[in-house]
């Protein structure tokens, strides 16, 4: 069964830093391009960065570039996004999510429950 | 970047009935070497994060009841539900991904049981 469990969402202050792990299991997890989702309270999804299952190709949302860095560790089936320069429109449920393909494709066939980003003073 | 526009932003439906939502992409989404539309749509109950119904515009994912279609081509595309079960209550999301990232989704839309 595949499951995707995130972790490290907090309070943060406007500029701050934080780290977000997500550790999967139930899958050949080098196999597959992983991606970032976030859902601001109340609102609609936002897809926010993806990496290839190589690592060798990320992407990035207009919004976070610059700011976000996703990678991973495929020895510990964990993905990570590292997010700095935090600002209040960066509060957030962030999910990881599980690409069809090793390639960043876009298709997300399954998602964590989510953990919660809140940039406030 | 692509803009994806669902309608309606919310809708209303009696058991049984059927429930159509629409979604509409700023540019096509069919690639012509493989003629597939690069669309997906998604459901998500209250609480819950999404979960993935539809891919290539009209392609169920394993699981999903067959009362669920997905239809459309190029940029004008329905998620239609046959008829409408208590567990359909959800906000329905459009996807593409046709292009390189960034990825986007249609703003949503909200199902409710009349």
């Known amino acids: 069964e595949v499951q995707l469990m995130e972790s490290g969402g907090d309070l943060v202050q406007p500029g701050g830093s934080l780290r977000l792990s997500c550790a999967a299991s139930?899958?050949?997890?080098?196999?597959?391009?992983m991606t970032w989702v976030r859902q601001a309270p109340g609102e609609g999804l936002e897809w926010v960065a993806g990496i290839a299952g190589g690592a060798d190709a990320t992407y990035y949302a207009h919004s976070v570039k610059g700011r976000f860095i996703i990678s991973r560790d495929n020895s510990k089936n964990t993905l990570y996004l590292e997010m700095s320069s935090l600002r209040a429109e960066d509060t957030a449920l962030y999910y990881c999510?599980?690409?069809?393909?090793?390639?960043?494709?876009?298709?997300?066939?399954?998602w964590g429950q989510g953990t919660l980003v809140t940039v406030s003073s | 970047d692509f803009v994806m526009t669902q309608s309606p932003d919310s809708l209303a439906v009696s058991l049984g009935e059927r429930a159509t939502i629409n979604c509409k992409s700023s540019q096509s989404v069919l690639y012509s070497s493989n003629n597939k539309n690069y669309l997906a749509w998604y459901q998500q109950k209250p609480g819950q994060p999404p979960k993935l119904l539809i891919y290539w515009a009209s392609t169920r994912e394993s699981g999903v009841p067959d009362r669920f279609t997905g239809s459309g081509s190029g940029t004008d595309f329905t998620l239609t539900i046959s008829s409408l079960q208590a567990e359909d209550v959800a906000v329905y999301y459009c996807q593409q991904y046709y292009t390189a990232p960034p990825y986007t989704f249609g703003q949503g839309t909200r199902l409710e049981i009349k």
């Open positions: 139930g899958f050949n997890f080098s196999n597959y391009a």
């Open positions: 999510a599980k690409d069809g393909l090793l390639a960043v494709a876009g298709r997300f066939d399954y």
